[in-house]
Each structure stands twice: as structure tokens, then as C-alpha cells.
């Protein structure tokens, strides 16, 4: 993989905050604010809530919703499983 350089402006207290923070997770800055940031932007993009289907693609996904459901046992085994925190 090849690393990219990102350069973000803080304040001053901005960074005594992410590195009082790096300090306390036992990492560098950069990992640091590296991490915190990807972790974030998957969390957005995980949450988004408004997904574009293409012209070209409606009746392809109107084909896929319309499929009958499927039974797959490991999952059916899964849902008939008793919690953990149950047992």
C-alpha cells in the first residue's frame, strides 16, 4: 500500500487535544488521527440513508426485490439459537 500525505489545519488546542489523546491510546499522532478519521468515514458512508440506483440498474434491482426470499439454514439455525446472555 502506498501511503499518502493529508495535511489538516488545527488550532492550537486542537492538537494539545489529539495529542493528550494519541498520548492516552499509546499511539502516534498521526496513526492516531489516521485511524479516528477512517473510522469516521466508514461510519458516514455506513449510515448514509439515501442510495442512487442508476436508470440502466432499476429493473436488474427491481428483479432482485422481487426474488422470492430464500431459507438459509445457518442463518434459520442462528435465529432458533438461544442468546448467550440466556443461556
Known amino acids: 500500500m502506498t501511503a499518502l500525505v493529508l495535511s489538516v489545519r488545527v488550532s492550537e488546542e486542537e492538537r494539545a487535544l489529539l495529542e493528550a489523546a494519541s498520548e492516552l491510546a499509546r499511539t502516534s499522532l498521526s496513526e492516531f488521527i ?3 478519521a477512517v473510522d469516521a468515514a466508514e461510519e458516514d458512508v455506513l449510515e448514509r440513508r ?3 440506483i442508476p436508470a440502466r440498474d432499476w ?3 427491481e ?3 422481487n ?3 430464500e431459507e438459509i439454514k445457518g ?3 442462528l435465529a432458533d439459537k438461544a442468546p448467550t446472555w440466556r443461556a
Open 34 to 36: 489516521r485511524r479516528k
Open 50 to 52: 439515501l442510495v442512487t
Open 59 to 61: 429493473k436488474k434491482f
Open 63 to 65: 428483479a432482485w426485490a
Open 67 to 69: 426474488h422470492p426470499a
Open 75 to 77: 442463518l434459520k439455525d
